[in-house]
């Protein structure tokens, strides 16, 4: 009787916890920025998140191929993700915001404390 009580809970759990994977927003993909002068593969690097420049148009403004930023987020909401992200190139880190959506993604980061900001929109490109 114990037994199967505690098996019933831990289905119960097991439910729950796969309902909340489910839910918790995924950015991974191809994405092709607003722009047009960027795209970029978002996948699972160790903890974090990664995005890496697979083609840029114009690499006057410094971007190239390879170009990678690293981000610890969490979520936010159902589809929002939160947190920092960080440029190795430049040496920067920025306060990111993930809105996470199946064709489109829209990304805002921060610096100097959320002073200046700047918001980029994306399409899926997978």
């Known amino acids: 009787m ?3 009580k505690i098996a019933t809970g831990l289905g119960i759990f097991c439910l729950a916890g796969a309902a909340m994977a489910a839910s918790k927003p995924d950015p991974s993909g191809i994405w092709m920025r607003g722009d047009g002068n960027a ?10 998140i990664c995005a890496t420049n697979l083609w840029i148009k ?18 936010k909401s159902a589809d929002t993700l939160s947190g920092k992200a960080f440029d190795p190139k430049r040496n920067l880190t920025y306060s990111i915001q993930m809105k996470v959506e199946k064709a489109s993604l829209v990304t805002r980061g921060c610096i ?3 002073l200046v900001c700047k918001n980029v929109n994306w399409s899926r490109a997978d």
Do not use: F, Y
């Open 112 to 114: 100097v404390g959320g």
């Open 39 to 48: 795209k970029v593969r978002i996948a699972p690097c160790g903890a974090d």
């Open 2 to 4: 114990k037994i199967s």
């Open 58 to 75: 114009d690499i006057s403004g410094g971007e190239n191929v390879g170009d990678r930023l690293v981000m610890t987020v969490k979520p």
